[in-house]
């Protein structure tokens, strides 16, 4: 059977020179079902075995786009074996916001972090080591366009895709959500796997009314989020996407140097 390898990342993080060198002429385009969004299919060029899906290029699993609502669907419902996330090494923290999100739903994720050409010519520099230490994944660099490393990293989602176990994501919330957290998690229905638990706490937390629309059984968690709203002073979604800001700051602090500077200082 197929190994089934999803591609994942921003617009413009350089996913179609990605896809087009893994995939060269043995591709399939059409639409995904139902929508006008294009969807991209094809074999790896030396491994006639291993199908990579090219996901529309999307900042976040959030359900604002229908490019975001086709790619979360798809790593739900479809559940690729390995998430290959492409990220523009020129531009790391805003990258990495889905990269967070995509560590979540408990698929393994291989990080190529690309435009390394770009990265090396600037004089900065990318602790990878530290990089896939911070987010709990595999981390490797590529040149999309000068084709480097990008047989590695396809060999690596492969590898994870048979091995078939997805690490636990490093990043934590703070304690006071982390509770919160835990409190949704002992009460969601067994229809949801264990492995993708805690992407559906989250969306819960978040009061996301496309996942709970995809559950047979929605637990009463409101009073739970309004007491954490109250607490922190904000909205459950803005909550999580600050502290996500937060630690993706913490993460760029830790492992991007830029030329002449320690450490990059973060906006
Ligand atoms: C243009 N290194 C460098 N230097 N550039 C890269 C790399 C890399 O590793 N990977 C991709 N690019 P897409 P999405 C362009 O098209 O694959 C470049 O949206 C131009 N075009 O060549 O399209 C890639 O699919 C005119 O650049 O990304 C492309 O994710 C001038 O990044 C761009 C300069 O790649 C986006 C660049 C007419």
Not at 182 to 198: C, F, H, N, T
Not at 206 to 221: G, L
Not at 247 to 261: A, E, F, L, P, V
């Amino acid at each position: 059977m197929a190994v089934k390898i999803a591609l994942a990342g921003n617009p413009n993080s350089g996913k179609t020179t990605l896809f087009n060198a893994l995939t060269g002429s043995n591709q399939f385009v059409g639409n995904w079902p139902g929508v006008t969004v294009e969807k991209k299919e094809g074999r790896l060029k030396d491994q006639k075995d291993v199908m990579i899906t090219d996901l529309p290029g999307i900042y976040s699993l959030s359900p604002y786009t229908l490019e975001e609502v086709v790619a979360r669907n798809y790593l739900i419902h479809e559940r690729p074996e390995a998430i290959l996330n492409i990220v523009d090494g020129t531009n790391l923290e805003r990258n990495l916001y889905l990269t967070t999100q995509l560590l979540e739903l408990g698929i393994p994720v291989v990080v190529a972090v690309n435009m390394i050409d770009v990265v090396n010519k600037n004089g900065d520099l990318i602790d990878t080591q530290q990089l896939a230490k911070a987010l709990g994944c595999e981390v490797v660099t590529i040149s999309a366009l000068k084709q480097t490393g990008i047989q590695e990293a396809a060999a690596l989602a492969v590898k994870l895709a048979k091995q078939g176990q997805a690490l636990p994501p490093a990043h934590r919330f703070s304690p006071k959500v982390e509770k919160v957290l835990d409190a949704i998690l002992s009460q969601l229905p067994a229809e949801i796997p264990s492995e993708m638990q805690r992407f559906y706490a989250i969306k819960l937390f978040e009061r996301d009314d496309k996942i709970t629309a995809k559950m047979n059984t929605v637990p009463d968690v409101g009073a739970l989020i309004q007491k954490a709203e109250d607490e922190l002073d904000d909205d459950a979604e803005s909550i999580i996407t600050n502290e996500r800001y937060n630690y993706i700051g913490s993460i760029i602090h830790q492992c991007y140097t830029k030329k002449n500077q320690s450490r990059m200082s973060v906006s």
